[in-house]
């Protein structure tokens, strides 16, 4: 069977590092996406940190990868260029980073009137709404950590 999968000719661009931002595009490029995962100089995302490398593995198959400094003028102005050509922007960085670089979704939206943002955060609106969280904070704080 050859039938083209549900997002077949959807292009998105992933800022995710960790879990969260790398299972949405995981979603998204099992769904037939071509994703486009972009990571920092400094590393790349930091499940490669680990040893067993399982984590990267599992959370990025079937992405594409490449390296691109967002808070240097030619990483963002080759993220602009991209934006253009996409269809949906993820990421999961800290509350307020994409606005920071000069990212946010108003810039996307002036460069692609139809970009999809789908930023995702730890608290909902409230008073930790401005607050980065991670898996083990997340546990800690509803009593989940074994």
């Known amino acids: 069977m050859n039938e083209e999968l549900l997002l077949s000719g959807i292009r998105a661009l992933e800022l995710g590092h960790i879990v969260s931002g ?8 099992d769904l037939g996406a ?20 399982s984590m990267f593995m599992t959370y990025n198959r079937n992405k594409r990868s490449m390296v691109m400094d967002l808070k240097n003028p030619q990483g963002k102005e080759i993220f602009k260029a991209l934006v253009k050509t ?13 606005d920071k670089l000069g990212l946010g979704y108003d810039v996307m939206s002036g460069l692609n009137p139809g970009i999809l943002h789908c930023s995702i955060k730890g608290f909902l609106p409230g008073l930790y709404a401005d607050r980065p969280l991670l898996d083990e904070p997340a546990q ?3 009593d989940w950590l074994i």
């Open 86 to 98: 996409a269809d949906i922007v993820v990421d999961n960085y800290a509350p307020g980073v994409m």
């Open 22 to 29: 790398p299972s949405a595009g995981l979603i998204l490029a």
């Open 34 to 53: 071509d994703v486009i995962k972009i990571e920092r100089p400094e590393g790349g995302d930091q499940s490669r940190a680990r040893p067993d490398k």
């Open 140 to 142: 800690m704080m509803g």
